[in-house]
């Protein structure tokens, strides 16, 4: 209803999963410290070239999953997007999106893959209807977290992630 065509909202994956980008870009990567091998934020500065709005409205995200459920049977939300700085800023945007989405649609499935969040934003996502997450590491040797994920190395560190991850 907002004008935005609905192939910009989101994409097809798989049969039954369609994928929504919360937010199409990441933090680290305006700071040079993007994971390194990382091709986020190249694909959605093409996409955008393209006609893709920077970041999705849930509304407008939960209006266009109602209208492809109509043509489509899919069941499932994989929730991803770029990274922030403050995860419990991400965790809420990732919230809003789940709220809205399963509130509006027949979904039976959303999941996340993000950064890894503190229990209490995990459990207010669940609250939210996120049954499942995510939450790579990317590298398990502590002395190379650094040079590979850099902003995920400032913003959460390898401690505190293999925590959440527990």
């Known amino acids: ?47 955008r070239a393209l006609g893709y709005k920077k970041a999705n409205n849930a509304k407008s995200v939960a209006e266009g999953i109602k ?14 997007g770029g990274s922030l700085y403050d995860t419990h800023k991400e965790a809420g945007l990732y919230a809003r999106f789940a709220e809205e989405i399963k509130k509006t649609n027949h979904i039976q499935k959303i999941d996340i893959i993000s950064q890894a969040f503190t229990k209490d934003d995990a459990r207010m996502l ?3 209807g996120v049954v499942e997450f995510c939450w790579d590491i990317e590298v398990w ?19 505190e992630w293999v925590k959440r991850m527990v």
């Open 1 to 47: 209803s907002d004008g935005t065509p609905i192939y910009a909202l989101f994409l097809q994956r798989g049969n039954s999963c369609i994928m929504v980008a919360p937010t199409n870009y990441c933090e680290y990567f305006y700071k040079d410290e993007d994971c390194r091998f990382c091709a986020f934020n190249p694909v959605w500065e093409r996409a």
């Open 67 to 80: 209208i492809a459920q109509e043509e489509f049977d899919f069941d499932h939300v994989k929730l991803c």
């Open 126 to 128: 669940q609250d939210k």
């Open 141 to 159: 040797q502590k002395h190379l977290w650094p040079v590979i994920v850099p902003g995920k190395n400032n913003a959460v560190g390898w401690d």
